[in-house]
């Protein structure tokens, strides 16, 4: 969506939808008091007689005629002005645009209420409506209703263009991130391949100015990746381990962070295997690495004071005659052996090799994220995503993250008696765990053995794609498909990094 500010008064503004946000209970002032008073005292009208009370989620629409330039007056609900946040603005936005939407406009305007939180105000805006405009049409031939293209933020001065401007501008990047991720996991597995992820990673870092470099499997042999190619080892389709990075040249004076997501393109569960219906949902185990993808465009685009890394080992998880087998034995890169009693734990093996890889930058804090256990996602439903880490203050830092961009992450214990159920007697770990206990904890035990820097944390968001993502009711994110899970809470992770005293 493209976005711009304007200073127009509304009584010259042409616009398909003059989107105007009321407070409950509130009484008419500023614009929309200047809008009411040009319409006879319609607001006011609608605000007596009941129909509309400025409830989050409500909608009405009004017809200047001759009144205003405006086509239309599109009200939204801001709920208890006490309650209002840049969440309030990004729904009652989102809202607003779904509305818009059903009415088949495509260039809208928002009034912008104005005052010192101009700024935050025009980003969350900007993002919720950015976000609440995106559509997947996937391979359809039918032609989709037209979405809202254009968006103008009406500022009520020249003095607050400045600030409005960048407010619009950090929200049209941050939805520009998410936009990526939902397109990578709604694609079909036969499109959303290793290779075409890279592809994406490239145009990613065109885009925000990022350093790219793709591994292929020869690459990744000279590393020794043994863990990530046991698991490509059964597919046609070859793996890519991409790495892309933000402030590259500045390594050196700059802290680093190293995000890896698990990108499985398709999880059938290898010789272990799903059953139909656990593997119809699986186009989606590449959630992480896309999650990784689009938040590196959102930090570089933002151009975020860290120097990040985001990895994302890609592969496929198939069967054949190829394909790895349940009792193997298999090293990965740091040397560590795995005793296979699962080909359906394969996350967790790509996982391995690229905390290793993350290890050479000697980072400041690595994250991972992945659609790791149906473990995690029984325990945590689509609320959120499991948290394990190393470090209270990394953790803590990512749950105001998370809680700031209703993409809640939840901590879980990491106990080392989880251990014990991760033994194996032909090697040094196995790759799942012994019993059926803490599934999800056994897990991030796992991963523990291919971190050697203090401060790390592991995200498990295998419920966040689910059916009961999709039922949420977030007006910014679509009833179906893809919800982009990760790309907000992880760039806003590494700005509030960057910003804490260190
Ligand atoms: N990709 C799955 C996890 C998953 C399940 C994600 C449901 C989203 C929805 C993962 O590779 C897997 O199969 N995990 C196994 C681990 C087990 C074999 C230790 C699981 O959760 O059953
Ligand atoms: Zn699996
Ligand atoms: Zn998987």
Not at 439 to 457: C, E, N, Q, R
């Amino acid at each position: 969506m493209d976005v711009t500010v304007s200073a127009d008064s509304i009584a010259t503004h042409t616009t398909e939808v003059l989107i105007v946000g009321l407070y409950r209970q509130a009484e008419l002032e500023g614009v929309a008091q200047a809008i009411d008073k040009a319409l006879g005292g319609a607001i006011s009208d609608l605000l007596a007689s009941g129909d509309f009370s400025g409830k989050t989620k409500q909608v009405a629409v009004l017809y200047p005629r001759a009144a205003l330039p405006a086509q239309r007056v599109l009200l939204v609900g801001l709920g208890n002005s006490d309650d209002y946040g840049p969440e309030t603005a990004r729904r009652a936005a989102a809202t607003a645009v779904r509305k818009a939407q059903t009415l088949k406009a495509q260039h809208l305007t928002i009034v912008l209420a104005g005052g010192p939180t101009v700024g935050d105000d025009a980003r969350a805006m900007a993002e919720g409506c950015s976000l609440a405009a995106y559509h997947y049409q996937g391979q359809r031939n039918k032609p989709a209703d037209p979405m809202p293209e254009t968006l103008t933020l009406l500022v009520a001065s020249e003095d607050e263009r400045a600030a409005a401007a960048q407010g619009a501008a950090t929200g049209q990047a941050i939805a520009a991130g998410v936009q990526v991720t939902r397109d990578l996991v709604n694609l079909p597995p036969n499109i959303c391949t290793p290779a075409y992820m890279a592809r994406i990673a490239a145009k990613v870092a065109q885009a925000a100015a990022l350093k790219i470099e793709v591994l292929e499997r020869e690459q990744m042999a000279a590393l020794e990746m043994g863990a990530l190619l046991a698991v490509a080892r059964g597919s046609e389709t070859p793996p890519r381990f991409i790495v892309l990075e933000h402030n590259a040249a500045r390594a050196a004076e700059l802290d680093t962070l190293v995000l890896v997501g698990k990108g499985v393109t398709f999880d059938t569960g290898g010789y272990s295997i799903k059953s139909q219906s656990g593997m119809n949902t699986m186009k989606g185990d590449m959630a992480g690495a896309a999650a990784v993808i689009g938040a590196m465009r959102v930090i570089g685009t933002l151009d975020v004071p860290l120097h990040v890394v985001g990895l994302a080992p890609t592969a496929d998880n198939m069967i054949s005659g190829k394909a790895y087998r349940p009792q193997e034995v298999i090293t990965a890169s740091n040397g560590v052996t795995i005793e296979i009693n699962s080909t359906d734990a394969e996350g967790r093996m790509l996982l391995a090799d690229a905390l290793v890889y993350a290890g050479r930058y000697t980072p400041a804090a690595v994250v991972d994220i992945a659609t790791l256990t149906g473990a995690c996602m029984v325990a945590l439903g689509a609320q959120a995503a499991g948290l394990f880490g190393t470090d209270d203050r990394l953790r803590d830092l990512l749950r105001a993250a998370g809680d700031a961009n209703q993409e809640r992450v939840w901590p879980l214990p990491l106990y080392d008696e989880y251990k014990q159920a991760m033994e194996s007697q032909t090697a040094d770990i196995r790759n799942s765990s012994s019993n059926r206990m803490a599934g999800v904890g056994t897990s991030a035990i796992f991963l523990k053995h291919f971190v050697d820097y203090p401060v790390w944390a592991h995200l498990d968001m295998a419920g966040m794609e689910s059916e009961a993502a999709y039922a949420k009711e977030i007006p910014y994110v679509p009833d179906k498909g893809a919800s982009g899970y990760g790309v907000r809470l992880l760039a806003e992770f590494a700005q509030r990094w960057a910003a804490q005293d260190s």
